[in-house]
């Protein structure tokens, strides 16, 4: 069956294409009062989304249509004392948690009235980017209360606590310029029952963003160690975009996921019906 679940990979060359330009049909938000939002919207087995909702014009938008701009006005020198930051007098790039008319506020929020519960998580399972991304707010002694950091690695412990109704800002900093995938995934419980959201991708564009050109990906495909399923791997130009798409008829194709390409060779999620069917592959510039 392995085999035959290999046999059914394509490599698809893929057009040349900037990387910024790949979102030149999303939302740019620049300077509004947005928040990342979780929000009651029961689609299948999945109650819960998160959406990018604009303050400003009172407007939900699938966080997968925006693109968040972090401007060079946010670049700041890290002071020393604040290793959770990054060495002292590196760059980093600071969405603060008090609002500066020339940048974007960006913060966390939860639905009113739709969620009855008070234990809210909105994780962060994956960040892709040229830099490290963190999130924290001060702790009143001198201090700092760190929500995500992707120095350590991401666990369970990464993530943002909003309660129902309510309504946060945190710090949000980069290490560096370029595009970043933050990868969140809320859950809340719902009628005494934990639920979910699907692992939602927000682009970040911290600025100056380089023009990167999308060479053609190469998909590569192998078992695991064990030998228990299929495994998939991105090779790309690093900083750029591709959409993993799959199809059973090499003519309807159904989007796995986005992925910023990084310096090595990355592991691509997979649907659960690769492993029991044979499927066709292919890496596109959105």
């Not at 639905?111 to 830099?131: N, V």
Request: proline letters at 7%.
């Amino acid at each position: 069956m392995i085999r035959s679940l290999l046999s059914a990979i394509v490599l698809v060359a893929l057009l040349f294409q900037s990387a910024a330009a790949s979102f030149a049909d999303r939302v740019r938000l620049t300077t509004e009062h947005v928040d990342l939002r979780v929000v009651f919207a029961p689609v299948g087995t999945n109650l819960l989304e998160v959406v990018a909702f604009d303050h400003d014009r009172a407007t939900n938008h699938a966080a997968t249509n925006v693109v968040l701009v972090v401007s060079e006005a946010a670049k700041l020198t890290v002071p020393g004392g604040f290793p959770e930051l990054g060495p002292a007098d590196s760059d980093l790039w600071v969405l603060p948690a008090s609002q500066n008319p020339a940048l974007l506020y960006l913060g966390i929020s939860v639905e009113a009235g739709r969620l009855p519960s008070q234990k809210i998580d909105l994780f962060l399972r994956r960040a892709d980017g040229p830099g490290q991304c963190v999130a924290w707010q001060f702790d009143g002694l001198g201090g700092l209360s760190v929500s995500y950091t992707t120095r350590d690695g991401l666990t369970e412990t990464d993530r943002f606590t909003p309660v129902a109704g309510g309504h946060e800002h945190h710090n949000l900093g980069f290490s560096t310029n370029g595009l970043y995938t933050l990868w969140f995934q809320a859950r809340a419980t719902v009628d005494g029952t934990n639920a979910w959201s699907l692992e939602t991708p927000v682009v970040f564009a911290v600025e100056p963003v380089p023009a990167v050109v999308a060479a053609p990906a190469i998909l590569t495909a192998s078992t695991s160690e064990t030998g228990a399923g299929l495994q998939l791997t991105l090779s790309g130009t690093p900083g750029a975009v591709y959409r993993i798409e799959h199809s059973s008829d090499l003519r309807n194709w159904e989007t796995v996921s986005d992925l910023t390409a990084e310096p090595n060779t990355q592991p691509v999620p997979l649907p659960p019906s690769a492993q029991i069917s044979p499927q066709f592959f292919r890496a596109v510039v959105p």
